[in-house]
Each structure stands twice: as structure tokens, then as C-alpha cells.
């Protein structure tokens, strides 16, 4: 007879509470404890899948300033045991499809597996992963996905356009870097390389270039290492970098859909109209990640303008908060920005021993701004890139969406209705997007 399930320190109504009112990352560490999904190691999985290979990304183990994007990595179709044998290094059994890799000089990664397909013969496991006691009823490995990486198998510093993040540690530890939304201007965003819903960081926020990007000095890093059977929080629009610690690592997420994405599918309908409309297919650079589909005709990019418009003015009136007033900061009686601490949380949050925040990474960076620091020397030439990063930039979209919406609901000869927020109620039957 299994053993009951240990007693939680928070019920699902307050858990959801909690996430709704947190805005900072958080850890929860004993939320999960008694998951069937935290026996979902690696070699359990392995066992599961059996034949069935998986696509993995590949990267080199070297230490550079720049972020190594999907598009500059190598790509292979493997199985879980393939996998296995490299990380265990196996002399004399090449491990398939990575025989050409040395485990010395790369990582692997099969990451944004989506564990409805992944595991669609096998639908009694989607009840291994239990979102609903976190307050969404319903949700489970269907609306998950699933991270399988070995040691420093990492993702480029990013943030999601859509949602919050729950992110379940299954095998092995990850650390997460993560910065605040208003450190946009400090990340030096791009959308090169392009996908829907993911805005990049220049700066490869580990070993930065700082005469490049002066600016991330004034960022501010905070850092956790997830341990096995700990749940993160990452609230919305919160930048992360993530890398694997150890030889083996198991993930789980599920992003939870906002009442404010409605307004932030405008903008990203905006991005790719822009995107396609500047680049093209024949571009001799890789600026298409390899998660899209392909170049989208200008009719088809404009039709999903106007239907995302059309989706938000339908929702609009249950939004309560401006969103560029979201970015804002305080500021002293001299006009200077005011530091807030992002680790103390809102009133009423009961950090301690069962919510832990991730607290703010002290003295790795100067704080100061470094002005004076940038290089010098002949003007620079301005590219496509250069001009997408300035016309896509988040703050120039936000503007055009509230353009768009006021035109849209023919307000825009008048005082214009505040364009998006984060509001007070997630969407538990939403899919997961990235």
C-alpha cells in the first residue's frame, strides 16, 4: 500500500493566491513532495520511451562573452539511451548520433518537449504532474513540458511574452539567473534570432562583454540553484538564464496563461509582421529560430494583427492596470531612481521555510552605470538587425500596441483606455506557450 502523501503547507486556493500576488521569483520547496513525477528520471524515461528519439540541441562547452543562440547550435535525433550512455562516457559503445560530439567539448539538450506528445501513448502519466495543487484545477503533464539536459546544457537569457512559469526539478540541479523587468534597458533586448514569444539578451549575462554592453552593469541579477523536488516561480516577464549543474538534469514546466496576454499577442503579432517584412527567407543569416514554422506571407502576418486586436478589445474591459505604468520606478526628490527590494514581496506573502524568495545576487556586478566606457572609434554602420532591435524594442511595441487598440476601438481622438495588465486570475485550461 502506497504511503499517503505528506500534508502541504499551502491548499490550492491559497497557493494560486500566493503566485497572484507574488512579484518576484519564489521558490517553493516541498509543494511537489509526493509527485509521481519526481520519479521521472532520466532512465525511468529512457525505460518509457523505449526506441522513440527525441531531438536534441547541442552546444560547445567553451567559455565566450556572446549568448550562443538556436540558431549557432547542432542538432541531433536520439534516444534517451543514447543519451545516457554519452553522459556515462561508455568505452567502447559509441552512443549513436553523438559518436562526432566529445562529451568534453559539448552539451546536450531536449528541451521544450511537450509532454502531451511526447508521452501520448502513455496518458496515465500526465496524472504524475499535480499543477491543480498549486490552484489549477485540471492541470497536469498535458500542459507541461518536459527538460532533459547534462551539465552546462543552458537556455539564452530570454524573457516570455506570455505568462508566468511554474518550473517542477526533477533530477540533477539548475541554476537560474534571473532579472527583473524594469532591467530591460540594462539586457540590451533583441528579437534576431526570431520566435514568437521570446525576447533575447544581447549580453550573455555569465561572462558579459561589458565594453559592448556598458549597461548591464546597472542590472540586477538574482540567483537560485534548484534543487530536486523544488518548484520555482518565475512571474511574468521576468528575464532568466538557466544552465544545468550536473551530468544528468530533469525538468518540468507550465507556463500559466494571463487575462494580459491578450494585449501582449497584439504585440507579438506586430514583432512578426515587422520581422517578416524586413527579413526574408533567402537571408543568408540564421535569424529564424528553428522552432518557427517558416516565413509567413504579409497578408497572413496582417490578418493575425487584426484578429489579435479584435481578440483584445473583446477582453479589454476586465483589464485594471496600465501596463507601461508597470515599468515604472520611483523616483527620490532628486529625480533619481530609487532602489525598491524586489526580495521582501508584497504585503502578505508568508515567505519562510516553505516559500522561499530568490533573493538579489550581491557584488558580482557594480551597480553603477559606467558611462564613458563604450567603444570608440568609427561610426558604425547601421544593419537590418540594428533597426529591428530599435523598432521591436518592448517599450516602442508597447507604444504601437496602444496605438493599435485605440485605433482599433476608435478611441484615438480621445483619452486612450489603459492597454494591458497583469490581472488577478490565470487561465488553468490554457496550452503552454512559450
Not at 562516457?89 to 567539448?105: K, V
Not at 523544488?230 to 538534469?249: I, M, N
Request: hydrophobic share 35%; net charge negative.
Amino acid at each position: 500500500m502506497a504511503a499517503p502523501a505528506p500534508p502541504k503547507p499551502f491548499g490550492p486556493e491559497e497557493t494560486r493566491r500566493l503566485l497572484l500576488r507574488l512579484q518576484t521569483p519564489a521558490v517553493f520547496p516541498d509543494m511537489a513532495a509526493g509527485w509521481p513525477a519526481l520519479l521521472w528520471t532520466a532512465e525511468r524515461l529512457s525505460r518509457c520511451l523505449g526506441d522513440q528519439v527525441v531531438q536534441f540541441r547541442l552546444g560547445r562547452k567553451e567559455e565566450a562573452n556572446a549568448p550562443l543562440f538556436e540558431t549557432q547550435c547542432s542538432y541531433v535525433e536520439a534516444t534517451l539511451e543514447h543519451f545516457l550512455r554519452w553522459t556515462r562516457h561508455h568505452t567502447g559503445s559509441c552512443p549513436g548520433p553523438f559518436c562526432q560530439y566529445p562529451r568534453s567539448e559539448y552539451w546536450a539538450y531536449a528541451d521544450y518537449k511537450y509532454i502531451a506528445l511526447l508521452l501520448q501513448d502513455r496518458p496515465a502519466m500526465f496524472q504524475d504532474v499535480r499543477w491543480s495543487e498549486f490552484g489549477f484545477e485540471g492541470r497536469d503533464g498535458r500542459e507541461s513540458t518536459l527538460w532533459v539536459g547534462s551539465e552546462r546544457a543552458n537556455t539564452p537569457c530570454h524573457l516570455d511574452s506570455y505568462g508566468c512559469n511554474l518550473v517542477l526539478q526533477v533530477e540533477g540541479r539548475k541554476r537560474w539567473h534571473l532579472f527583473p523587468p524594469e532591467d530591460t534597458p540594462h539586457l540590451y533586448p533583441t528579437r534576431i534570432p526570431y520566435e514568437e514569444s521570446s525576447v533575447f539578451s544581447q549580453v550573455h549575462v555569465v561572462h558579459p562583454d561589458l565594453r559592448r554592453f556598458p549597461l548591464f552593469r546597472g542590472s540586477r541579477a538574482h540567483e537560485v540553484t534548484l534543487q530536486p523536488g523544488q518548484v520555482l516561480f518565475v512571474p511574468r516577464h521576468w528575464w532568466h538564464y538557466v544552465e544545468s549543474l550536473d551530468p544528468v538534469t530533469v525538468s518540468i514546466n507550465s507556463w500559466i496563461e494571463l487575462e494580459a496576454d491578450a494585449v501582449e499577442r497584439v504585440g507579438e503579432a506586430v514583432t512578426k509582421a515587422v520581422v517578416c517584412a524586413l527579413k526574408s527567407k533567402d537571408d543568408p543569416e540564421d535569424w529564424l529560430n528553428p522552432t518557427e514554422e517558416g516565413v509567413a506571407p504579409h497578408r497572413d502576418n496582417m490578418l493575425s494583427v487584426n484578429l489579435a486586436l479584435r481578440a483584445c478589445a473583446a477582453t479589454h474591459h476586465k483589464v485594471t492596470q496600465d501596463r507601461r505604468g508597470a515599468r515604472l520606478q520611483k523616483r527620490d526628490a532628486g529625480g533619481r531612481m530609487k532602489e525598491t527590494s524586489s526580495d521582501s514581496g508584497p504585503p502578505g506573502v508568508p515567505f519562510g521555510p516553505h516559500l522561499v524568495p530568490v533573493c538579489r545576487r550581491q557584488g558580482a556586478i557594480p551597480p553603477e552605470t559606467t558611462r564613458g566606457q563604450e567603444v570608440v572609434g568609427e561610426e558604425a554602420v547601421i544593419t537590418t538587425n540594428d533597426l529591428l532591435d530599435c523598432l521591436l524594442h518592448p517599450d516602442v511595441i508597447a507604444r504601437v500596441t496602444e496605438l493599435l487598440l485605440q485605433r482599433h476601438t476608435g478611441s484615438h481622438g480621445s483619452s486612450p483606455p489603459p492597454p494591458a495588465a497583469v490581472t488577478s486570475q490565470a487561465n488553468p485550461s490554457c496550452t503552454a506557450s512559450r
